[in-house]
């Protein structure tokens, strides 16, 4: 499995640049699981009081849900990206908003300034809303999402190592 984080801050264009990478990777027929890292402290999952989470309180480490068109598997404790990693099989692994993880990663941000906080040592591209007025950022590829995803997904393609996992 390869993985590629998608990073930058609210509004910068992630889930765009996730969504039209994800949908170019499948169109060629790689298998995509994505990850999303929501950072809004009072966000959960389960419900309180709901069976499932009455379930997964006694169980203390996860509860299945299942219902007619989708199955979720919910963990008592936030894992690390790590451990996402770990117990899923795809071609590729997308992660939204993750940066506990060192993996090749794409820079979204919504001007210069803000890329500067963004990309690392491990970045391959630029995207967002800022590839909409530069074309490279310190010799990295600038790209939209929206309008340049087979490109993007081929940098991604050559660019993402297999992840050799914990």
């Known amino acids: 499995m390869r993985i590629i984080a ?29 990850g999303k890292d929501v ?7 389960d419900t309180p009081g709901k069976d ?29 990206a790590e451990e996402i990693a770990a ?3 795809a071609d590729f692994l997308v992660l939204e908003g993750f940066r506990d993880l060192q993996c ?3 820079a979204c941000a919504k ?18 809303v800022v590839a909409e007025t530069i074309r490279e950022y310190r010799g990295l590829p ?5 309008t340049n995803a087979a490109y993007l997904a081929d940098i991604v393609e050559r660019a993402t190592p297999m992840w050799e996992g914990l």
């Open 52 to 80: 499932s989470f009455r379930l997964g309180e006694a169980s203390g480490e996860a509860v299945i849900v299942r219902g007619p068109a989708e199955t979720s598997f919910l963990y008592r404790r936030r894992l690390s």
């Open 6 to 34: 998608i990073r930058g801050r609210s509004d910068s264009g992630k889930t765009e640049t996730a969504l039209a990478l994800i949908r170019e990777l499948r169109r060629r027929g790689y298998s995509v699981i994505a």
């Open 87 to 89: 117990r899923v099989e």
């Open 111 to 128: 001007d210069e300034e803000g890329l500067a906080r963004e990309v690392d040592e491990l970045t391959i591209a630029v995207s967002g």
């Open 104 to 106: 090749a990663n794409i």
């Open 39 to 45: 950072h809004q402290g009072s966000f959960s999952i």
């Open 142 to 146: 600038a790209l939209s999402a929206l």
